[in-house]
């Protein structure tokens, strides 16, 4: 067990934010730098401007700050994680609606949705136990 703010958090669930943390800093971040050449490299039609991809991407890391708040004191941060569930059920069901209606410009954006799914099932474990207490 270990707390930031006085209130005893399981250290699976800290490690758990954490990995969230980064998993959303470092693909915000490799996308705001290599965005344009990893859609070109997986043939995507890139988007008239760069800034397109960027903002995105900007927003994803900026998500992945928001957890490292969560990471470090997950019981004062629950209005996070009740973002984030709303995030993460936004891109893995969005994507889940382009691959059935057979939109989804590329299969590449499917294992990012299956990792949302796990990562939002997580946040809606903690939130649970969170209303326990």
Known sequence: MSTIVGRPVSSGWRNFFLVAAL?????????????????TAIGMTLPPHIAYIQLA??????????????YRDPFANLGIVRVGVAYKAAYSGLALYYLVIGQLPSVFFLPWAVVDLFFLIGFVMFLQLAARR
Request: aromatic share 22%.
């Open 23 to 39: 998993y959303d800093l470092i693909l915000g971040a490799v996308f705001v730098v290599a965005g344009e050449p990893i859609l």
């Open 57 to 70: 991407a900007v927003f994803i890391f900026v998500q992945g700050l928001s957890y490292w708040f969560v």
